[in-house]
């Protein structure tokens, strides 16, 4: 895990003190010392309690600048680490995912969870999951590098199956058509035009703009099983990215600051960040269903299938590889 460079915490203190600058009649709190105890209470996921000892500051204090600095920092970095993805960003995207991982025409891997909250104030049942505890829904899109090119985050966690991702602004553009995405594209190495897809798992309803796997009940060929194999190779990345979301700042996780060597690997997400419900219908369109059946096909090719897609989607079955 990289760590923070002394010349990197100077250049953040240095883009976030415009905001975070006060002016006292008593010696303010610096804007170096507030990054300190922002970062740190973030990185270690320990309570405000202890940055207020550590730190010798009031623990209402402490609240107060935790909620200013992150803004701050949001507010001077979002445009750069997460701009409105172009369709430069998306022809790259598609790129790496198909030499990396791959599965064609695809421009993320989508996926979103519950983020564990304390109940905030007259908020009756609006975060209250169907889980059993309180939370704000992170949806979100990697791309083949486990690195986060969109996010929408705060919608209440008692949403979970009521649309998030489709209620997103990305989600309505696409719907409409609107969206700023590439057009569609020839599989590698045919003359089939398929359109541009995000991959996401059973959660997401099946849209030509959002592929999602068979139904298990529907694994009734090696080529389903193919299938759901290589969208999950995949899908995984946005899993791995959240992984590797809550190794780096322990305040989504209550492992008290322990980090283990590659659990990110393993999706076990910790207690503070869980995979959300049903977000949308299991009712699929018909050309969305069919270019799912394309893909299906075109994965039991010479041209698109992969030697070892049979000894790993298929381990445990009577094994046909198509000669």
Known sequence: MTRMTPAQYDHLCNL??????????????????RVAVTLLFLAHGDSARSKAWAFRIGKSTIYKILYETCDAIWQVLHAQYLPKPSQETWEKVIYEFWKKWNFPNCIGALDGKHITIQAPPNSNSLNYNYKGFFSFILMAISDANYKFIWIDVGDYGSNSDGGVWGNSNLGQSLKSGTGDIPPPKLLPGTTTLLPCTLVGDEAFPLKSYVMRPYPRKSLISDSHRIFNYRLSRARRIIENAFGILVSRWRILNENNGIVIPGQWRNEELGSHITRIGQVGSNRAAYTASAQRDTLREYFMTNIGAVDWQFDHALRGYNINIPS
């Open 16 to 33: 976030v003190r415009p905001f975070l600058t006060k002016r006292s009649l008593r010696k303010p709190i610096s804007v170096n010392e």
